[in-house]
């Protein structure tokens, strides 16, 4: 009877990943239609957000320190070689939402999905991870994005990894939003 019950866990444990993916990929239907999607893209985000669960883990702040560091540091250098255009203006509005979307995505990419894959181990976490995150943002970015998308999604998970926490990419990935929008 145990193995059932664990069984029908795992079954239900993908249900949030999947709405999360849903809901992310939802974006694509609302692209370009105006000021009017603001407050349901931030429903989006705030979904995503509810539907992943991701695990708040308190760890030290020293073990989050370096690889908050190290990908601050990459995000600007990456910013100051590369001009990518981002969908949103830097309005307060639109870095509100580019923050809220960056903290969304990593609940779900580094909070649910990489702790789901890490009794895989870490390689297949981090890689496994990144690839999703690469691919969830092809239909926006296009495949010339793919390989900054890939290398983001890279940077994020080993965060991930090496702090305990997803709250370090979730930092990170903001600041690579905020750094994004601005002109």
Same mark, same amino acid.
Request: some cysteine; overall charge positive; glycine content about 8%.
């Given at each position: ?5 664990e ?19 939802s ?19 705030l ?5 992943? @669960?991701?695990?708040?883990? +308190? *760890?030290? =702040? $020293?073990?989050?320190? %370096?690889? !908050? /560091?190290?990908g ?22 639109g ?24 009794? @895989?181990?870490?390689?297949? +976490? *981090?890689? =496994? $991870?990144?690839v999703? %995150?690469? !691919? /969830? ?11 900054v ?14 702090s ?5 990419p ?14």
């Amino acid at each position: 009877m145990n193995t059932t019950i664990e069984l029908q866990h795992r079954n239900d444990s993908m249900l949030p990943l999947a709405a999360g993916f849903l809901l992310l990929f939802s974006r694509l239907f609302l692209i370009g239609r105006g000021t009017s999607t603001i407050p349901i893209l931030a429903l989006i985000y705030l979904s995503v957000l509810v539907v992943s @669960r991701p695990a708040w883990n +308190a *760890i030290p =702040a $020293s073990r989050a320190l %370096f690889p !908050l /560091l190290l990908g601050s540091g990459a995000v600007v250098c990456v910013r100051l070689f590369l001009s990518a255009s981002f969908p949103m203006r830097a309005t307060f509005t639109g870095v509100a939402l580019s923050v809220l979307a960056a903290v969304a995505e990593e609940g779900l990419f580094r909070g649910a999905l990489f702790a789901r894959l890490l009794p @895989r181990g870490r390689a297949v +976490a *981090i890689v =496994a $991870s990144a690839v999703a %995150f690469a !691919l /969830l943002h092809v239909p926006f970015y296009g495949l010339s994005a793919l390989p900054v998308d890939f290398g983001a999604g890279l940077l994020f998970a080993w965060q991930r990894s090496e702090s305990g926490t997803w709250a370090v990419p979730a930092a990170t990935h903001a600041l690579a939003n905020i750094v994004a929008v601005l002109p």
